[in-house]
Nanobody, 121 residues
Framework: QVQLVESGGGLVQPGGSLRLSCAAS????????MAWYRQAPGKQRELVATITSGGSTNYGDSVKGRFTISRDNAKNTVYLQMNSLKPEDTAVYYC???????????????WGQGTRVTVSS
């Protein structure tokens, strides 16, 4: 059984910063690449950033240079530092395995409650 608990969202002005955290229970999360996803109102969930168990990272074009993903394997926790936030970053943010891991470990239907980020003046 896996459990994902996201936190750290909130209301922030454009240009501001937030740090999201994701606590993951389940042994697979210590060995699989992890990712942050987001879903804006009326839109499909999209991949924001990924990080391998060894720390290699990749980012979506819309967040590159502004967001930083990191992980603490000892704590089974993944972070997303978000800087220079824009109104278009407004969404509910979720963490989970990366897209390959969602398939490999059958996690497509295993999501946490997410954490809401609102960027508005």
């Amino acid at each position: 059984q896996v459990q994902l608990v996201e936190s750290g969202g909130g209301l922030v002005q454009p240009g501001g910063s937030l740090r999201l955290s994701c606590a993951a229970s389940g042994s697979i999360f210590s060995i699989t690449a992890m990712a942050w996803y987001r879903q804006a109102p009326g839109k499909q969930r999209e991949l924001v950033a990924t990080i391998t168990s060894g720390g290699s990272t990749n980012y979506g074009d819309s967040v590159k240079g502004r967001f930083t993903i990191s992980r603490d394997n000892a704590k089974n926790t993944v972070y997303l530092q978000m800087n220079s936030l824009k109104p278009e970053d407004t969404a509910v943010y979720y963490c989970n395995a990366d897209p390959a891991g969602l398939v490999l470990f059958r996690l497509k239907d295993s999501w946490g409650q997410g954490t809401r980020v609102t960027v508005s003046s």
